[in-house]
């Protein structure tokens, strides 16, 4: 299954004058998954909702015993639900029920479905730390991932899935570099209009857009953001997620977020 580089991508190989002969990104299928089913009629843009841990990973233990892994699915099936309603977007989820998917297994699902966004719902633990905050990736992970490239003789790997035209390493490098640019600025877009959302309807934690080097979060062609939609470690926002009127707050604010991004898609 091959699929055209990023349109942005391209442009931005078209300023640096490279002439890129069969310019395509080919999908590496994870050894043993299924191939997505071919593309139907829909045009819709993909959505890709991941709710945190599952199965033999519970995830954060709150103070009162409410396990993460239940939370953040619940959650992410409510925000399809509001998605959907809205008609948008499609949105798949990374799991439906209480199974362990690992976490380059969430990347890889994103990438088989063109996911044009990855949103990545959590709930965990963290001392002193209360309300919803929003991740994106950090600078530091992302140059860590440009020096394994280079590193790296198998390049599909080191690119989270993406298997590179076949050109010099230099000249990949540069690919990459492009379409992660343009991935991350979409990312950081989605975050701060997370925040703003989020802002009006629920308690947020102090400087509420952070950037950390989640693995999850590592696809270097799709925005990607992982929300934390409060803190189980603290006994207030346990409580408040486990009420449904609480999550449909959260709901609503990230459905709002993803729409908007969505709506303007010329701007990464
Ligand atoms: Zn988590």
Do not use: W
Not at 53 to 82: C, F, M, N, Y
Not at 106 to 121: C, E, G, H, K, Y
Not at 124 to 145: F, I, K
């Amino acid at each position: 299954m091959t699929r055209s580089l990023p349109r942005r991508a391209l442009l931005g190989a078209g300023v640096l004058g490279l002439a890129m002969p069969g310019l395509a990104l080919a999908e590496r299928p994870a050894r043993g998954a299924r191939t997505a089913p071919r593309p139907g009629p829909d045009p819709r843009p993909v959505v890709v909702l991941d709710p945190g841990h599952g199965g033999r990973d519970p995830g954060a233990i709150g103070v009162s015993g409410t396990q993460e892994k239940r939370i953040v699915l619940a959650a992410a099936q409510e925000l399809k639900g509001r998605l959907e309603a809205g008609g948008a977007c499609r949105v798949v989820l990374t799991r439906t029920r209480d199974v362990f998917v690992p976490l380059e297994g969430r990347v890889a699902f994103a990438r088989r479905q063109n996911a044009v966004l990855f949103l990545s719902i959590h709930a965990d633990s963290a001392p002193g730390a209360r309300g919803a905050s929003v991740y994106t990736l950090s600078d530091r992970a992302s140059d860590a991932l440009s020096a394994a490239l280079a590193r790296r003789e198998n390049a599909a790997d080191a690119a989270g899935g993406l298997r590179l035209p076949p050109v010099p390493p230099d000249v990949q490098r540069i690919l990459l570099s492009l379409v992660r640019q343009e991935t991350r600025v979409g990312s950081e877009r989605l975050a701060d209009l997370a925040v703003d959302a989020l802002r009006s309807r629920v308690a947020l934690l102090p400087n509420t857009h952070r950037q950390a080097a989640f693995a999850v979060l590592k696809a270097p062609d799709i925005p990607s953001m992982l929300v934390e939609l409060g803190f189980l470690s603290d006994r207030g926002d346990e409580a408040a997620l486990r009420r449904p009127d609480h999550r449909a707050k959260l709901v609503g604010a990230l459905a709002g977020a993803v729409e908007r991004f969505l709506a303007r898609p010329g701007i990464a």
